[in-house]
């Protein structure tokens, strides 16, 4: 299946790992969203994931920027 993983402003890092372990240990596909007004560690989480897994793109992540 697939999961969506919207993680909050604050411990953006360690809300995904606590999230995105049990979903693909589980099999199923992750699209991660963190906030907007996080620090970019959420970020470099997914990059990291997506290049050391290269076989069965299970993980996306979604970065969206507020307008003003």
Same mark, same amino acid.
């Given at each position: &299946?697939?999961? !969506?993983?919207?993680? /909050?402003?604050n411990l953006p890092?360690?809300l995904l790992t606590?999230?995105?372990?049990?979903? @693909?240990?589980? &099999?199923?596909? !992750?699209?991660?969203? /963190?906030?907007?007004?996080?620090?970019?560690?959420?970020?470099?989480?997914?990059?990291?994931? @997506?290049?050391?897994?290269?076989?069965?793109?299970?993980?996306?992540?979604?970065?969206?920027?507020?307008?003003?």
């Amino acid at each position: &299946g697939v999961a !969506c993983l919207i993680s /909050p402003w604050n411990l953006p890092l360690y809300l995904l790992t606590w999230k995105i372990a049990p979903c @693909l240990a589980a &099999g199923c596909t !992750c699209v991660c969203k /963190p906030s907007e007004f996080t620090s970019h560690t959420a970020y470099l989480l997914c990059e990291i994931m @997506l290049k050391v897994e290269t076989k069965s793109n299970k993980l996306n992540n979604l970065i969206f920027t507020v307008a003003n």
